[in-house]
């Protein structure tokens, strides 16, 4: 069974800094593409970023451009996401996702998914 176990999630003022992770079970890790999605209270859950098997490529919502940067480690079957100069409309469950798909920020795309990570921001 597929597990994707993300953390590092918390409370941070606006302005600073968070990085999550997200560890994948499994051996097959580096033959997906990795997402990272958010979803605050009240709102459908939105695409954030993602990046390639090899972790050549990556793409992010125009909203987190600059701000965050998404990698990723197969050796550790890791993906993370860093997250600086946070704000609160950051503030929402952040949840990693894998897709066979090489390029889509699409939801419907992603087969697994972990069980999400708060990340608070207050002004």
């Known amino acids: 069974q597929v597990q994707l176990v993300e953390s590092g999630g918390g409370l941070v003022q606006a302005g600073g800094s968070l990085r999550l992770s997200c560890v994948a079970s499994?051996?097959?890790?580096?033959?997906?593409?990795m997402g990272w999605f958010r979803q605050a209270s009240g709102r459908e859950r939105e695409f954030v970023a993602a990046i390639s098997r090899s972790g050549g490529n990556t793409d992010y919502a125009d909203s987190v451009k600059g701000r965050f940067t998404i990698s990723r480690d197969n050796a550790k079957n890791t993906v993370y996401l860093q997250m600086n100069s946070l704000q609160p409309e950051d503030t929402a469950v952040y949840y990693c996702a894998r897709s066979l798909r090489i390029a889509t920020k699409r939801l419907d795309d992603y087969d697994y998914w972990g069980q999400g990570t708060q990340v608070t921001v207050s002004s």
């Open positions: 499994g051996r097959t890790f580096s033959i997906y593409r």
